[in-house]
């Protein structure tokens, strides 16, 4: 490992975010750096001042009480609305406690596409681009690891408002690793995990019409976004693949059934 | 009654939710009140909730109404831009703080505590749910509702940030 890659990894080692092998080869390299061993130890000391008990606030025991009685007095909760739309309800729930008051901070930007605010889709793509990255720096780039359709479909059942098409494409060469969750913009979308020979492949369903999730093809430090349909949801792919490869995998992808 | 997990899940990460008002709103009354707003309205919408980190969710509607209250303080003050320096510049300096920070002055948190009040907003509420409250990065995406990588990349400015002020202050006072 060089310095590069071990100064780019370091935060994530200390906030125990790094996969196991990462860390090791990162050990090693940090035991025969001195400049990578100050860097960290300078991290650990940021650490440490940050993580004195003078920065940590404990709730008065007047506030408990006020929660305490108002638990204890609470009205009957208002009928239960369908839980089937429950995370969506709580996106919206939460998008307008903000927006009604008018908050600021890029939350604003990400809940209000196309009101003359800065460009949404650059915003999109940039989401895209670095959810995956994270993945390929994680531990593993799923969290539902399997090849079975029949696995990966059910797990997203829940937690996306519509569970995307799952097929694996091993046959034509793209076989499928897997699933995860992620936000994009304000949504929390589904990944559908590909793999290619060497090239780890991310495909972003749209949980819905409608959805923000809609970029133009664009190229990134050699990774690219693609949109495609799959089933009858917008979807995008990124990857590292060659143009040609791309082109083969996005036309798979889009006659799907 | 339906809602009686919330009052229990408010209860279990009250400090935290505090904490994490406290570092928003720069002081212990609006702290307070925006946690109270935030257990009514987790209470009305405890059927919203849809599996997952509860702790998170519960944070995250805790960050709204502290939001909700930073934006409506600073409308009082006519502050026509809502960014970050401005945000930072609405936060009032209290008696309380002041009495606050010459108690923690006696401690070693009071230099790093005034730095990490100086911060922009977005830093700041990062680090303190990282640092502070030791939330894993997925955690954190659900709080502030952004991407993974967003989380990773506002740690690392803030740190950055953190760091070169801590050594400019170290400079200046010759250390």
Same mark, same amino acid.
């Given at each position: 490992m060089d310095c590069k890659t071990a100064l780019a990894l370091l935060e994530t080692y200390l906030d125990n975010e790094l996969?196991?092998?990462?860390?090791?080869?990162?050990?090693?390299?940090?035991?025969?750096?001195?400049?990578?061993?100050?860097?960290?130890?300078?991290?650990?000391? #940021?650490?440490?001042?940050?993580?004195?008990?003078?920065?940590h606030y404990t709730a008065p025991a007047e506030l408990r009480e006020r929660v305490r009685v108002a638990a204890a007095g609470a009205l009957p909760s208002a009928p239960? *609305?369908?839980?089937?739309?429950?995370?969506?309800?709580?996106?919206?729930?939460?998008?307008a406690c903000v927006l009604a008051f008018g908050a600021g901070g890029t939350a604003v930007h990400l809940w209000n596409p196309g009101q003359g605010l800065a460009n949404p889709q650059?915003?999109?793509?940039?989401?895209?681009?670095?959810?995956h990255w994270r993945a390929l720096a994680a531990a593993t780039p799923v969290d539902v690891v399997?090849?079975?359709?029949?696995?990966?479909?059910?797990?997203?059942?829940?937690?996306?408002?519509?569970?995307? !098409?799952?097929?694996?494409? *091993?046959?034509?060469?793209?076989?499928?690793?897997?699933g995860r969750l992620d936000y994009v913009g304000n949504e929390r979308v589904a990944v559908l995990v590909y793999r290619h020979g060497q090239h780890v492949i991310d495909v972003f369903v749209a949980p819905r019409a409608g959805s923000a999730l809609t970029v133009e093809p664009?190229?990134?430090?050699?990774?690219?976004?693609?949109?495609?349909?799959?089933?009858?949801?917008p979807a995008v792919i990124v990857s590292d693949m060659d143009r040609e490869e791309r082109a083969r995998f996005a036309q798979i992808v889009r006659s799907a059934q | 009654m339906a809602s009686a997990w919330v009052g229990e899940l408010a209860q279990r990460h009250l400090d935290a939710a505090?904490?994490?008002?406290?570092? !928003? #709103?720069?002081?212990?009354?609006?702290?307070?009140?925006?946690?109270?707003?935030?257990?009514?309205?987790?209470?009305?919408?405890?059927?919203?909730?849809?599996?997952?980190?509860?702790?998170?969710?519960?944070?995250?509607?805790?960050r709204n109404c502290c939001l909700a209250r930073l934006s409506s303080r600073q409308r009082d003050a006519q502050l026509q831009s809502i960014d970050a320096p401005a945000v930072a510049a609405a936060l009032p300096r209290?008696?309380?703080?002041?009495?606050?920070?010459?108690?923690a002055a006696a401690q070693s948190g009071a230099r790093i505590a005034a730095l990490l009040r100086a911060l922009p907003v977005e830093f700041r509420e990062t680090l303190v749910l990282r640092e502070i409250e030791d939330l894993s990065y997925r955690e954190i995406a659900d709080v502030l509702q952004v991407p993974i990588g967003t989380v990773m990349s506002r740690l690392a400015r803030g740190r950055a940030l953190l760091q070169r002020a801590l050594e400019t202050q170290e400079t200046a006072h010759g250390l």
């Open positions: 996969d196991r092998a990462d860390a090791r080869e990162l050990e090693a390299h940090v035991d025969s750096c001195a400049e990578c061993a100050a860097a960290l130890t300078r991290l650990g000391d #940021l650490r440490q001042s940050l993580r004195n008990q003078a920065l239960q *609305a369908a839980r089937r739309w429950a995370m969506p309800q709580w996106s919206r729930l939460a998008a650059t915003q999109i793509a940039r989401d895209l681009f670095a959810s399997s090849s079975d359709r029949h696995t990966v479909k059910p797990w997203f059942a829940g937690k996306v408002a519509e569970s995307p !098409l799952v097929r694996d494409f *091993a046959e034509q060469g793209f076989a499928l690793v897997g664009a190229e990134q430090q050699g990774y690219s976004l693609t949109p495609v349909r799959l089933g009858d949801q | 505090y904490n994490l008002g406290r570092w !928003l #709103l720069g002081n212990e009354q609006d702290a307070a009140d925006a946690v109270h707003d935030a257990y009514l309205r987790a209470a009305r919408s405890a059927h919203t909730y849809a599996g997952g980190n509860a702790r998170a969710w519960w944070l995250a509607i805790v209290s008696a309380d703080n002041e009495v606050e920070d010459q108690a």
